[in-house]
């Protein structure tokens, strides 16, 4: 979809975090955003801070280090204000992820947020109520900020977090379609 992202901006938007690619939930293949880059360049050209995320389905810290390098590639010339995110989500039963346990996503979690910092960028963990109780170790990840998607009107998680997603289902001027709001 196309994106006045003037509007966006005159909106009261202050960032975007952009999706740079994913990786295929059933056979595991790499995917680029094919929007990322005309995304970037109509955020940045509005005056919007920018920070990026690869969707991940990695079940191997090797995959894992492989979705931070292919998310590093597609920023390598942006100018990044926000953090670098390891996006990896349940995404049910079918999936190659569907075992996952919290011991295996929290060292992928690490494998991908230390390549992004030995890059030179700011990492961070996305992850959901579910997540923080049953598929992660927090105590082992506050080297690297949290961000947090709880859809509430009140942010109550008993944590500090740098980041909290309240909606997914948000309306921006300028975007057409139902978008996330942090």
């Known amino acids: ?15 975007v975090m952009i999706r740079v690619g994913w990786r295929g939930q059933t056979e595991g293949r790499l995917n680029e955003d094919t929007m990322a880059q005309s995304n970037y360049a109509g955020a940045r050209a ?24 292919f ?11 926000m953090p670098l995110v390891f996006d990896w989500e349940y995404v ?3 999936a190659r992820t569907a075992n996952m346990d919290a011991r295996l996503l929290t060292d992928l979690s690490i ?6 910092a030995l890059a ?36 109550d998680y008993p944590y500090a977090v ?6 997914c289902t948000g309306q921006v001027a300028g975007i057409g379609t139902d978008v996330d709001l942090n």
């Open 162 to 167: 740098d980041m909290w997603q309240y909606s």
């Open 92 to 94: 049910g039963d079918h």
């Open 46 to 69: 509005a005056g919007l801070k920018v920070g990026a995320y690869f969707f991940s389905q990695a079940i191997t810290k090797q995959e894992a280090i492989a979705e931070a390098e």
């Open 71 to 81: 998310l590093l590639s597609q920023v390598r010339n942006w100018e990044v204000d």
């Open 1 to 15: 979809d196309n994106i006045d992202w003037e509007l966006v901006k005159a909106s009261g938007v202050d960032f």
């Open 111 to 116: 494998a991908f947020c230390d390549t992004v």
């Open 120 to 155: 030179g960028y700011q990492p961070m963990i996305y992850f959901n109520m579910y997540q923080s109780e049953y598929l992660l170790h927090l105590e082992e990840l506050t080297d690297y900020p949290f961000w947090l998607a709880m859809y509430t009107d009140e942010m």
